[in-house]
């Protein structure tokens, strides 16, 4: 079965920091890439960052400088070190694991983000 365990989530005042797990477990073929999206009130999934298994990175514009993902490959844990968050960054935050050769998706529950003063 597989599982996708978030945490890390929670209330931090602007401009503070956070720092997002993912433990993924039970796949038993090889990941393409593993990310982070989020999804605030009223809005869209949107794409926060993502890594590949080769390293490489993409972050969305408004999370640049101020965002970093990381990989643990061997673990298959996927990190987001948020800093300098803003208000705007108040979502409900989901881990997302992408196959290599399907390109299926899995995703995770999500874990709640409030950037709030």
């Known amino acids: 079965q597989v599982q996708l365990v978030e945490s890390g989530g929670g209330l931090v005042q602007p401009g503070g920091s956070l720092r997002l797990s993912c433990a993924a477990s039970g796949i038993i073929f090889s990941i393409s890439s593993m990310g982070w999206y989020r999804q605030a009130p009223g809005k869209q999934r949107e794409l926060v960052a993502v890594?590949?298994?080769?390293?490489?990175?993409n972050y969305a514009d408004s999370v640049k400088g101020r965002f970093t993902i990381s990989r643990d490959n061997a673990k298959r844990t996927v990190y987001l070190q948020m800093n300098s968050l803003k208000p705007e960054d108040t979502a409900v935050y989901y881990c997302?694991?992408?196959?290599?050769?399907?390109?299926?998706?899995?995703w995770g529950q999500g874990t709640q983000v409030t950037v709030s003063s």
């Open positions: 997302n694991v992408r196959l290599a050769m399907s390109g299926y998706d899995y």
């Open positions: 890594i590949t298994s080769g390293g490489t990175t």
